[in-house]
């Protein structure tokens, strides 16, 4: 497509002094973010190599179900939930607070204040997910999903939320500037969403519960608004962030955005139900959220379409920059996440894959192929600024690209075959009940398989991060590349 | 975007709306049912559970099998849920008035269970009797299966993983009881007959399980999911062998011992006894049954008697008498 010398490995012009005050302002705020943010890094990291091992467990005991059943804590039943839960609030919520509160004090051009309260946030967080986990482990698991913590580890997530986030929404009021960057609402109301999302989930799931079937309808209205209006929105104002500054462009269009942000919003808060379809509820609700889940589309179009036009031309960059790599392939999964969402959420295809593996590889898409990759690539840009080091071996970064980017490409085929192959069987009154399980022993198989990959991807990622935080990366005004950069390399989108 | 407050209501607004609109407004309209009863004002549905299933429910949120069974008939116009003899009628929400937590499973990796409890032998068992006082009443599609529905698909990488897990059961390590078959189980009858009880006092079935569903078939499928069934292979259930204790038998055995076979045989002079918390798991087992009508739900199987069967005890691993030949 363009050569080499369009691509704009340099900072657009600026006066050198206005560069020099720029880059003192941006050097003082990421000193003020270091603690927090590379805490909070640290944190998901090591969650995240938990939740990939027992991942694996949890993908090989499917299929090989004698395999650790001797004692309660090792059981599947117990490890399924604790795995879940670890790669939600360990791994994806932590990695996407530490981004968000960067690119916030960025954004809002000023200094984080008192990074020590961040600090004992954070761990209280992680203890509250200790918490919640071993009290799982132990037999308290409350069986509802991806709200399985017991309780009382809720409110220490609480309190650690409230200790972390109130800083960062408060950075608004010290922010510099009247503009308000697409990014920053995605955040903001990412930061708002959360703490009334869990505060309705378990009050009305705990604290007063409410009465019989509504108690799922709450769970699963709760389970996908944290997907898209938590994890997702952090997610996409990640990439909002991401591509424009790696590539040196200001987003395609301002309006497109501005309608992207607020039909996601509007849309994808009201979908959910559609997991419940044909269910003991009144079909009004459940169609309302098929309908919401086809009319996501809009988001997807209109945030599909700026990310694209404002690569436009500027792809090959891909080639170089990890964190444009790791974004783009987030951002691809988001519209592909969003795709096969709606198809599956159809009532005459959810007849079929209702029940079956497929809902699984739904949510795999969601949380690894777009929140994760896009989290994957905001660590390699946000990393080397706190640390002031680069990235020590772009051949770690490149395998850990390909290995992520397989590993959760073959899991998501697997469950999604092994869900077509599911529900047709289970549809068929004339098959044994055991026929539909049958067929999905091989799919699942291929499904360990591809947890190995993301084992493997995940531990090179730490790595090379360990190596990082200990002051082990090159020391150079460089980025790493990918791939050697045939134009002169000098410094680029600092 | 000019300034904060509009962005505030914003993100509010939609979030309000949502919670509204999907849980608040569908919580008016089914949130506050009352049970269903009949002009006298008997035969009230449902009846709150009892203290053991409370329990019990408990234990079955707990230890996940939630993530492998739901407890939701669909209508028969878009299942073939009602067609497997899963339920009568389809659920609606006041089947599940006393349930905390509701267990509705978002997946099928095992059978629905909303009627697992209507599904068993008879009544006079709902209790943990063991097997041996129940001989003749098993119901038809407990017999022994036919001698060629041995191991019909035997899984690759399946029998030798099961055979190298010793860590499965320490106690095995210990000489087991003869007659072995652990890689292949064969079919039933031939196991049993080369496997004697360990205790000779108990006279289990012909073929050493119990009946289908009943109180003790729940309590050694629990224990061991693949020894209740040559056919079951392939089940990819979890064995709760830590709701279970092995234990030196003193004295007379227990009442509630486990009828096993194969390797999952206890030591001589041991037992496997279920705990309390396998117990009250078995109990809220038992106690799921949403057959009684509802008014607000036509009943298919009640519209369609004439020609189809009663409900069978079908479905989970064999389809006893089967309606079809299976396509494949």
Avoid at chain 1, 312 to 332: I, K
Wanted: aromatic share 12%.
């Amino acid at each position: 497509m363009t050569p080499t010398a369009d691509i704009p490995l340099k900072e657009p012009a600026i006066s050198a002094a206005a560069s020099d005050a720029e880059q003192l302002e941006r050097a003082r705020i990421d000193a003020s973010t270091r603690l927090p943010v590379l805490m909070f890094y640290a944190s998901a990291m090591v969650w995240l190599l938990i939740g990939t091992l027992l991942g694996v467990i949890v993908s090989f005991k499917l299929h090989q179900p004698d395999w650790l059943t001797d004692v309660g804590f090792l059981s599947w039943g117990r490890l399924q939930p604790v795995y879940i839960n670890v790669m939600i609030y360990g791994w994806a919520s932590m990695a996407a607070m530490g981004t968000a509160i960067w690119m916030m004090a960025r954004l809002c051009r000023t200094t984080l204040r008192h990074p020590l309260i961040i600090v004992s946030g954070i761990w209280f967080w992680n203890i509250g997910v200790l918490i919640g986990l071993t009290g799982i482990l132990v037999g308290y698991g409350t069986g509802y999903p991806w709200l399985e913590f017991p309780p009382y580890a809720a409110v220490v997530l609480f309190v650690a939320y409230a200790l972390v986030m109130s800083w960062a929404v408060l950075m608004f009021r010290f922010r510099r500037g009247e503009q308000i960057y697409i990014t920053q609402w995605y955040l903001l109301g990412a930061f708002l969403w959360f703490p009334w999302l869990y505060a309705a989930a378990q009050a009305m799931l705990f604290v007063v519960p409410i009465q019989g079937v509504m108690q799922a309808a709450v769970n699963c209205w709760y389970s996908n608004n944290l997907l898209f209006l938590w994890l997702g929105a952090i997610a996409l104002g990640t990439a909002y962030y991401m591509i424009p500054k790696v590539i040196g462009r200001p987003v395609y269009s301002y309006h497109l955005a501005t309608i992207g942000f607020w039909t996601y919003a509007f849309f994808s808060s009201w979908t959910g139900m559609q997991r419940l379809v044909d269910g003991p509820f009144p079909a009004w609700m459940i169609t309302a959220s098929i309908a919401a889940t086809i009319l996501t589309i809009i988001p997807v179009a209109t945030v599909g379409l700026n990310h694209h036009m404002t690569m436009q031309g500027y792809f090959p960059v891909m080639r170089y920059s990890p964190t444009l790599r790791f974004t783009v392939f987030g951002a691809m999964s988001y519209t592909v996440f969003s795709v096969v969402g709606i198809l599956i959420s159809l009532r005459s295809i959810a007849r079929y894959l209702h029940f079956t593996q497929a809902s699984i590889a739904y949510s795999q898409i969601g949380l690894y192929a777009f929140v994760t990759m896009i989290l994957f690539g905001s660590m390699y840009y946000i990393v080397p600024r706190l640390v002031g080091r680069e990235w020590r071996y772009a051949t770690l970064i490149k395998l850990h690209f390909w290995a992520s980017a397989y590993g959760i490409g073959l899991m998501s085929l697997m469950l999604l075959v092994a869900g077509i192959a599911q529900g047709a069987d289970q549809n068929d009154p004339s098959m044994s009940f055991i026929q539909s399980v049958s067929s999905t022993l091989p799919y699942l198989r291929g499904r360990t398989v591809a947890a190995l990959l993301l084992t493997v991807s995940h531990f090179i990622f730490a790595f090379h991060f360990g190596l990082m935080l200990f002051g082990l990366g090159r020391t150079s005004t460089v980025p790493t590349f990918l791939n050697p950069v045939e134009a002169e390399g000098s410094e680029v989108h600092r | 975007m000019k300034g904060l407050v509009p962005l505030f209501l914003g993100v509010f607004g939609t979030f309000a709306f949502s919670w509204f609109g999907l849980t608040v407004i569908p919580n008016l309209q089914i949130g506050a049912l009352n049970p269903q009863a009949d002009e006298e004002g008997t035969d009230v549905y449902p009846q709150p559970p009892s203290g053991m299933a409370v329990r019990g429910r408990e234990v079955y949120a707990a230890n996940g099998c939630v993530y492998c069974h739901s407890q939701q008939i669909r209508p028969d116009y878009v299942s073939a849920d009602i067609d497997r003899k899963w339920g009568e009628r389809r659920s609606a929400p006041r089947d599940y008035l006393f349930d905390r937590p509701v267990l509705l499973g978002q997946e099928r990796m095992g059978p629905d269970l909303s009627n697992l409890g209507k599904r068993a032998p008879g009544e006079g068992e709902k209790s943990a009797t063991p097997p041996a006082a129940n001989p003749p009443t098993a119901p038809p599609a407990q017999s022994p299966p036919p001698p060629n529905s041995g191991p019909q698909k035997p899984p690759p990488g399946g029998p030798p993983t099961a055979a190298q897990s010793p860590a499965a059961s320490p106690a095995q390590a210990k000489p087991a009881p003869p007659g072995n078959a652990p890689a292949q189980p064969s079919p039933a009858p031939a196991q049993a007959a080369a496997n004697p009880s360990p205790s000779p006092s108990a006279s289990p079935n012909p073929n050493g399980i119990p009946p289908l569903y009943s109180a003790a078939w729940h309590h050694r499928h629990l224990y061991a999911p693949r020894s209740v069934n040559p056919d079951n292979e392939d089940s990819t259930m979890p064995a709760y062998k830590f709701l279970y204790e092995k234990h030196p038998i003193s004295g007379e055995r227990s009442a509630d011992a486990l009828e096993l076979t194969g390797r999952d045989v206890p030591p001589p002079g041991w037992e496997v006894v279920p705990t309390y918390d396998a117990e009250c798991l078995v109990a809220y087992l038992m106690s799921l049954d949403q057959s009684h009508p509802l008014k607000e739900v036509k009943s298919v199987a009640a519209s369609a008697a004439a020609g189809s069967p009663p409900m069978a005890p079908a479905g989970l691993q064999t389809p006893g008498p089967p309606p079809a030949a299976p396509k494949k």
